[in-house]
C-alpha cells in the first residue's frame, strides 16, 4: 500500500470522526436546549399566575412571547444546521394582525418546525398561533407547553372524527377568543402524504376526482367546524367586511422540499445530511369568498391543492415555484428571498433561558437548604 493511499484513508477517516463528531454534539445541544428550556417555561407559566388571574390580556400576550421564544429556538435547530429556508409568493404582510386560517400541505415531522422558523419574522402572529396537531405531539415536552398555550390536539381516525370535531368546537369557542389566538395552523390532509396518498388516489379514482402525486385530497371536516365556530357570519351586520374577532382570512401556504425529498425532525437536530433548502410558497384568500356549505367548501379545498399539486410539480421539475401566479392587484415575491435568524436575537433567548433555569435552581437548592 503507497503512502497516498494511507493518506487518502487517514483524511476519510479524520472526516468521518469529525462527522460523527458534529452529530453528536447537535443531538446533545437540542437535548440539553430542551432541559433548560421547557422547565424554565413552566415555572414561569406558575410564577405569572397571579397576572393570569388580575390582568388575563396581559398574561397570555407574555405567554404569547414565551411561546414565540420556544419556537425560534425549534426553528433554529435546521437553520444553524445549514437547511435553509425561502420564501417566495404572494405579499401576505397585511395579514399578521388580523385573524386567519392557514392551510398547509403535510410531508413529513419537519413541516411544524419549518413553519415556527419561517412565521417568527411576520408580526405577532407565532405568539397568537393556535395549532392543530396530531394528539401523539401532546405527550410530549414542547406538546404540554402547547397545550397550556391553547393548542388542540387532533385524534385521527373515523371512529374519532364526530367526538374530535366536537371537542374542537368546544375548544375554540372558550379557548380561541378568550387567549387572543389570531392564525389556526390546519393541515387539511390529515396526515404525511406518504402514508396517505395511495388511499387518496384510490378514493380520487372512484370519484371521479383530481389524481395527486404530490398532495393528498383534503378534509374538509376541521375546516367546517374553524368557519362555523370563529368564521365571519354569513349574513354580515350592515355589510361590513369583517368583524373583529372572526375569521378574515385564509392563508395558503405549500411547502416544497428540494427533489421533493422532504426533512424531518431528526434531520434537522442532528444534521446528518447536506445543506438542504426549503422553499414556502404563500397565497391568501378573504374568507368571505370560501364556501360554508360542505360540498361547496369541499370542492373550494380540492381546487386549492390541486393548484398546489400544479406548483410542486412546477417547483421538483424546475427548483423554483412559478412566476407570475398571484391574482390581479395582489403583490408578489417571484424569487425567493431567504429568512435569516439574528445570531444575536438568538443568542438572548438562549441566554433568558439559562439565567432563567440558574435562578430557579438556585432558588430550590436554597429552599432545600432551609427545610433541611
Known sequence: MGHG??????????????YLLMIALRVAFVLVNNLYVVPAHFVWILCLQPVRIARPELFWELEGTMIKWMSAQIGWWGYSAGYKVYECGEDISHTYRDEAIVIVNHQSTADVATLMGALQHKGPVVKRMMWIMDYILLYTNFGLC??????????????????MLESLKDHLNTRYFSRNHQWIVLFPEGGFLRKRRERSQKYARKNNLPFLQHVVLPRTGAMKTILDSV???LTPTHGAQHINGHVKWIVDITIGYEHGKPLDIQTLTSGWRAPYPTTLHYRHFPSSEVPRDEPGLTEWLYERFAEKEELLSHF??????????ARPGVRTTDEAVEITFSP???LSIHLFYLCSTALQWYAVSTILQRIL
Open 5 to 18: 493511499s494511507v493518506a487518502t484513508r487517514l483524511l476519510w477517516l479524520v472526516s468521518q470522526t469529525w
Open 146 to 163: 402547547s397545550w397550556v398555550h391553547g393548542d388542540f390536539f387532533l385524534q385521527q381516525g373515523q371512529k374519532y372524527r364526530k367526538t
Open 231 to 233: 368564521g365571519p357570519p
Open 316 to 325: 421538483y421539475s424546475t427548483g423554483r415555484f412559478p412566476a407570475g401566479t
Open 344 to 346: 444575536w436575537w438568538m
